[in-house]
């Protein structure tokens, strides 16, 4: 079955909202967070809960400073994630607590400047880890 979400802008301070589409990828279960979509604080959350869904894409979207925190809550069944070419500075335990079914993590093309020591720790599946092209200082 095909499962479609769109993330159209900020719905209220700290949450952004999916929006269904059953017409993109034959048989791929993602949520795609589009270029209208801004997340500039640390403590975002998604407001939509879609057990199905098993790849979620922030790509290509300058305006994504901040990971949203909780996703597992949302989307436990959670395998990709995908936040390249974005604005990231720093990725915390937050970001990942709880996706211990996350496969891939593409956080490629990004501002990063810090890695929190734990923020990976949770992520007992994870078979591929993009990283290339950041700036990390710490």
């Not at 499962?3 to 279960?29: I, M, N, P, W, Y």
């Not at 098993?54 to 400073?65: D, G």
């Not at 992520?123 to 710490?138: G, K, R, S, V, Y």
Request: negative net charge; glycine residues 2%; contains cysteine.
């Amino acid at each position: 079955s095909l499962t479609f979400c769109c993330f159209t802008g900020e719905l209220s301070a700290g949450q952004v909202k999916c929006k269904r589409d059953e017409s993109f990828h034959s048989g791929v279960k993602m949520c795609y967070v589009n270029e209208l979509t801004e997340i500039s604080s640390a403590d975002t959350i998604i407001e939509s809960q879609d057990d199905a869904i098993e790849r979620l894409v922030f790509s290509f979207n300058a305006k994504i400073k901040f990971l949203p925190i909780k996703v597992s809550e949302n989307f436990p069944n959670l395998q990709k994630l995908e936040a390249s070419y974005c604005s990231l500075t720093i990725i915390s335990k937050p970001n990942f607590k709880g996706l211990s079914k996350l496969r891939s993590l593409l956080l490629d093309h990004n501002q990063i400047e810090m890695i929190r020591s734990d923020a990976l720790e949770d992520l007992i599946a994870l078979e591929e880890l993009d990283l290339c092209e950041f700036n990390l200082i710490n």
